[in-house]
């Protein structure tokens, strides 16, 4: 089993990155999957979740913090999990985690891929 996560890195305030987590080891269609975060000396966050396909798709959820700049998105086919990131701010500094999470139990967790903003 894995999640392994991309596309983090240093951008300045008001930039966008796109994060990916691909899976693999685990029937990923029926996972609901979930961004964390978190920053030096501070707890994980969750950021945001996108529920397993069904006949009336998924849905999503996100933290207030995120609401309007975040986009959380999965392809079942390629069993990837994005997460889109507008007008960063210096306080979306964390490292960033994709989970797995099934029955209400977070199954499975990537390394995490650091995402920086400064300018």
């Known amino acids: 089993v894995q999640l392994v996560e991309s596309g983090g890195g240093l951008v300045q305030p008001g930039g966008s990155l796109r994060l990916s987590c691909v899976a693999s080891?685990?029937?990923?269609?029926?996972?609901?999957m979930t961004w964390f975060r978190q920053a030096p000396g501070k707890e994980r966050e969750l950021v945001a979740t996108?529920?397993?396909?069904?006949?009336?798709?998924?849905?999503?959820n996100y933290a207030d913090f995120v609401k309007g700049r975040f986009t959380i998105s999965r392809d079942n086919v390629k069993n990837m999990v994005y997460l889109q990131m507008n007008n960063l701010k210096p306080e979306d500094t964390a490292v960033y985690s994709c989970?797995?999470?099934?029955?209400?139990?977070?199954?499975?967790w990537g390394q995490g891929t650091q995402v920086t903003v400064s300018s």
């Open positions: 989970s797995a999470r099934r029955f209400g139990r977070y199954d499975y």
């Open positions: 080891g685990f029937p990923f269609s029926s996972y609901v």
């Open positions: 996108i529920t397993s396909i069904t006949s009336a798709g998924s849905s999503t």
